[in-house]
């Protein structure tokens, strides 16, 4: 998996690419934790270069929105495929985090 952030006014941007399994899921996580910790009130992830995600990326992603929101940040995630789509579906989270179709969409949001 390969990761970037960079941050956008009150909002930190993390770009996920390759997949989001056993193997990059504890990356992901030790890698958005200290970006939960700053000034930031919403943390987008930009999943556009996502290939996979496998039952431990999302749980690593449901620890980390346990986290943002312990933390008061809004955690959303944007750019899916449609297979990474149709996870998020399966597996009820969409109800549970807000999503978008691109990165500008994302931070338009108050």
Do not use: Y
């Amino acid at each position: 998996m390969e990761f970037d952030s960079r941050p956008f006014g009150q909002a930190m941007v993390c770009v996920i690419k390759g997949r989001l399994d056993v193997n990059g899921a504890p990356e992901f996580e030790s890698r958005c934790q200290p970006l939960l910790d700053g000034e930031h009130k919403m943390l987008v992830v930009d999943m556009s270069g996502l290939e996979f995600v496998s039952s431990a990326g999302l749980r690593a992603i449901i620890s980390m929105g346990k986290r943002a929101k312990a933390k008061g940040v809004s955690l959303g995630f944007c750019g899916m495929s449609e297979m990474v789509r149709d996870v998020f579906e399966i597996a009820g989270m969409l109800g549970l985090f807000p999503a978008w179709g691109t990165v500008e969409e994302a931070l338009r949001q108050p």
